[in-house]
């Protein structure tokens, strides 16, 4: 057996799927009505890595320009058509061509496309979110959820959301997302994360998930507006009446 042969083919074989697809910095041309948030649902990634990625100076970007994303691509081939090609990826067709400048109906046989492993986020025009607020709030809601309850039920999570909209609702509190995240009280930070610096990691999809289900209206705390882990001793939060307990997490009024 001529296994010198073999090697050969193995590695153009290898080097054929490597060209078929691949996972690099690909370019991508903001669209009106993109925002970061927008961007990283549809490419499964986050607005801080696509800042660090393009060295940008904050959270603005604007129509036509060319940001760099972590993508899969694709070679369109002769016999290609776009639902054949979103098909061939378990995707969405909205979300192929989201991923995609200049692509509608017609593509052709040597085009470069994104091939995105998200989905189109859209803006709901019913329902809508409980509370006015931004797309870098919405997350930033959803960091808050990963670093207070990523390893608890997906009811717990949320329920963190849940406490923080509701805050935002309460005259007692700011009337932001923002606000109340980074509320700092006589000297105290009222959420861990934002004093250790955890609100800076990116959110999960399942806390993405869970925030927007907040946004959209559902509290399983009915209305809380404190929660704590079952392991402290704060005779003050323990004194509170309890709403909702759920993995690890105590939900108070």
Do not use: H
């Not at 691949?22 to 890595?49: E, R, W």
């Not at 509608?104 to 998200?118: A, D, E, K, R, T």
């Not at 329902?127 to 960091?143: F, G, H, M, W």
């Not at 509320?183 to 934002?194: A, D, E, K, L, M």
């Amino acid at each position: 057996m001529n296994f010198k042969k073999i090697r050969t083919m193995l590695f153009a074989a290898a080097l054929c799927t490597l060209s078929f697809t691949q996972v690099y910095a690909a370019s991508y041309t903001v669209k009106p009505g993109d925002s970061l948030f927008k961007i990283g649902v549809l490419f499964k990634t986050n607005a801080t890595t696509i800042i660090n990625d393009n060295s940008l100076s904050g959270n603005t970007i604007y129509p036509d320009q060319i940001l760099y994303v972590n993508s899969k691509t694709y070679t369109v081939q002769a016999s290609d058509t776009l639902y054949l090609i979103a098909k061939k990826f378990g995707i969405s067709l909205d979300a192929l061509i989201a991923a995609n400048s200049n692509v509608s109906n017609y593509i052709y046989p040597g085009q470069v496309l994104n091939i995105p492993s998200g989905y189109v986020f859209k803006e709901a025009t019913s329902p809508k979110y409980i509370v006015s607020c931004t797309d870098s709030e919405v997350d930033l809601l959803a960091r808050l959820v990963t670093a207070e309850a990523e390893s608890e039920p997906y009811t717990a999570k949320v329920g963190v959301a849940a406490v923080v909209l509701n805050r935002v609702k309460s005259s007692q509190f700011p009337s932001t997302i923002k606000s109340v995240v980074y509320q700092v009280s006589n000297g105290y930070y009222q959420f861990t994360p934002v004093l250790n610096g955890w609100i800076n990691k990116p959110a999960s999809d399942s806390s993405r998930k869970a925030a927007l289900e907040a946004l959209y209206g559902s509290d399983p705390t009915k209305g809380a507006i404190y929660y704590f882990d079952d392991s402290t001793t704060n005779s003050w939060l323990w004194s509170k009446p309890i709403a909702l307990r759920v993995g690890k997490l105590v939900f108070t009024y």
